[in-house]
């Protein structure tokens, strides 16, 4: 069977404003009593984790909270999490927070299955091109930004630390069984993170697009979200608390994971992860610094798609012919990211030695990931460095 032919989605997804106060009850439906909750030291420190375990607490669900999660998710930090799961009468995983916290639980969750029948299970072990197929326990994601839309893939993305390598690990182990999607999670996101996690859905949704495994299903999903993103974005940046903007953006963050999950993301996302393990810049700002360039760089292979695409953004009107529109969407894209003040790697403090001395490395580790071979375009190594060169300054 084809691969792209396939759909893939939690089986129950909950979505709406208020939405996170239904835990209890989604809990009760799937016969869960006792889960752990995988979250980070924010959403403890702010008390946002109340609006989910106070729900829990008054219908009487015991649970434990995992809340040492980092930035960019690490093999340590999961081997910690596994061994709290694996010694605890756990029934479910529930993921709280942004894209770390819901990509740790998903590792958890695949490697404590490992670990039940070989104890020297690691999360190399599952890298790509291996599938995560199976998990220890249902898993139920319940994202506080508009971003990944980690909610409703089947990938998670974590960092080897001895490799010093982001690793994308892939399969239904990966899935969740259902997702809670309540925009009033993100009413209180800051600029930084509304933007960087909103270019990262608005790339999730064109890569998926322009992506040599589209298809009819991915593409329903990426042409509203390209549409929701591209129209809300700037105002949840600039109108933080517009509930209009951020529902419209969570949407479109979800239709993109969905979209992504079925047509896999391309050369931005190949591109992106190793800057984010050697530098340590988050994820969707790594995205935003990479996409105008990469763009730029496959816009002929598939000029028709990313035509579609300014046009659905709302970067060219439907009166522009298709040469028109991709060169707006080229410009529409740099624009975004001056609006967004998306900093070039060496805006971002990044030292130009460090930077060209790992650029070989960085493309070996784009290309070894398998993204890149879903670009319109498909690069060489040789390609990768030189956009790397561009992107710098």
């Not at 969750?109 to 670990?115: E, F, G, W």
């Not at 896999?264 to 530098?279: N, Y």
Request: proline share 6%.
């Amino acid at each position: 069977m084809d691969e792209a032919a396939l759909l893939y989605s939690p089986r129950l997804l909950d979505i709406g404003g208020g939405a996170v106060r239904r835990t209890a009850a989604l809990c009760r439906r799937f016969g869960i009593s006792h889960p752990l909750i995988v979250t980070d030291p924010y959403m403890i420190k702010s008390k946002l984790i109340c609006v989910l375990t106070d729900t829990l607490s008054a219908a009487s669900i015991e649970f434990a909270i995992f809340s040492d999660t980092v930035a960019d998710p690490t093999d340590e930090v999961v081997d910690v999490g596994v061994e709290l799961l694996n010694s605890g009468n756990f029934d479910a995983v529930i993921a709280f927070g942004g894209g770390s916290p819901i990509d740790t639980a998903k590792a958890i969750n695949i490697l404590a299955h490992a670990r039940r029948t070989e104890p020297s299970a690691c999360m190399r072990d599952y890298k790509m091109p291996e599938l995560a197929d199976h998990a220890a326990l249902p898993l139920i994601a319940i994202p506080t930004t508009a971003g990944t839309g980690s909610e409703v893939t089947r990938f998670t993305v974590i960092t080897d630390i001895g490799l010093d390598e982001k690793m994308l690990i892939s399969g239904l182990g990966a899935l969740p069984i259902a997702a809670i999607v309540d925009y009033q999670l993100t009413l209180d996101m800051p600029p930084r993170l509304t933007a960087d996690t909103g270019i990262d859905s608005f790339t999730h949704a064109l890569e998926a697009f322009v992506s040599r495994h589209a298809n009819a299903n991915s593409d329903l999903f990426a042409r509203s979200a390209l549409s929701l993103i591209g129209t809300h974005l700037k105002t949840a940046y600039t109108e933080p608390h517009n509930h209009a903007a951020r529902e419209a953006m969570m949407l479109g963050a979800t239709h993109a994971g969905i979209a992504c999950s079925i047509a896999p993301v391309a050369l931005v996302h190949g591109m992106a992860r190793p800057i984010g393990a050697h530098f340590h810049v988050p994820h969707g700002l790594s995205n935003a610094m990479m996409l105008p360039a990469v763009t730029a760089y496959s816009l002929r292979s598939a000029l028709p798609r990313y035509a579609e695409v300014a046009r659905l953004a709302g970067f060219a009107t439907a009166s522009d012919n298709d040469e028109e529109a991709g060169l707006k969407l080229v410009e529409g894209l740099r624009e975004m990211n001056r609006d967004l003040t998306v900093p070039s790697p060496r805006a971002y403090g990044i030292n130009p030695d460090g930077w060209h001395a790992k650029k070989t490395l960085m493309a070996e580790q784009a290309l070894a990931s398998g993204s890149p071979a879903n670009n319109p375009k498909v690069p060489t190594k040789a390609d990768i460095e030189t956009l790397y060169e561009q992107v710098f300054e």
